[in-house]
T-cell receptor, first 116, second 114 residues
Framework: AQSVTQLGSHVSVSEGALVLLRCNYS??????LFWYVQYPNQGLQLLLK??????LVKGINGFEAEFKKSETSFHLTKPSAHMSDAAEYFC??????????????FGTGTQLKVEL | DAGVIQSPRHEVTEMGQEVTLRCKPI?????LFWYRQTMMRGLELLIY????????DSGMPEDRFSAKMPNASFSTLKIQPSEPRDSAVYFC????????????FGPGTRLTVL
């Protein structure tokens, strides 16, 4: 069984400040890890994903995340927040051994607020 | 290219009525997923299909829920009879064949059952 824990349901940062959204996962097999963003009244959009290879993954809109197996973490960062980053962010995990299907388990989400 | 298309975008119905949600996946995608999003339970996978065949329906809440995929370009999620606790946003997502591929989400259907 897999699970994802996102610490902090709400995060507030100033424009230009560092964004750090935390995600820890639990998986009995090597995981695939994802970050999705959801803007109001829209569906989810993929920001970035880790499957294999380099543990530092770069995504869209200047976001990146680092897979740390020893810490079972996949935290999302962005050096400088922009007002347009205000949205809800979801971390998700899937089972690399499934061999297809990519059944995602989502965290409960973190609402990011960006203030002037 | 068109993304995942869902209809209707909003549905308001009364308890006991039948509700049908529709989804058109991205052309060429082999997998289709139905999710439900609520404040209480977050995002839950209800069911997913591979090549039009249901693979895992363990997330379907109860017998009132059913899903079909009669062909590669269309899927329905039906609730009969509907109840107020079914009120949620229902998302459809599609994906190509690889397990490392991205799921592409539709805009969702906001269902309100009075």
């Amino acid at each position: 069984a897999q699970s994802v824990t996102q610490l902090g349901s709400h995060v507030s940062v100033s424009e230009g400040a560092l964004v750090l959204l935390r995600c820890n996962y639990s998986s009995s097999v090597p995981p695939y890890l994802f970050w999705y963003v959801q803007y109001p009244n829209q569906g989810l959009q993929l920001l970035l994903k880790y499957t294999t290879g380099a543990t530092l993954v770069k995504g869209i809109n200047g976001f990146e995340a680092e897979f740390k197996k020893s810490e079972t973490s996949f935290h999302l960062t962005k050096p400088s927040a922009h007002m347009s980053d205000a949205a809800e962010y979801f971390c998700a995990v899937s089972d690399s051994y499934t061999g297809g299907g990519n059944k995602l388990t989502f965290g409960t989400g973190t609402q990011l607020k960006v203030e002037l | 290219d068109a993304g995942v298309i869902q209809s209707p975008r909003h549905e308001v119905t009364e308890m006991g009525q039948e509700v049908t949600l529709r989804c058109k996946p991205i052309s060429g995608h082999d997998y289709l997923f139905w999710y439900r999003q609520t404040m209480m339970r977050g995002l839950e996978l209800l069911i997913y299909f591979n090549n039009n065949v249901p693979i895992d329906d363990s997330g379907m809440p109860e017998d009132r829920f059913s899903a079909k995929m009669p062909n590669a370009s269309f899927s329905t999620l039906k609730i009969q009879p509907s109840e107020p606790r079914d009120s949620a946003v229902y998302f459809c997502a599609s994906m190509r064949a690889s397990s490392t591929d991205t799921q592409y989400f539709g805009p969702g259907t906001r269902l309100t059952v009075l």
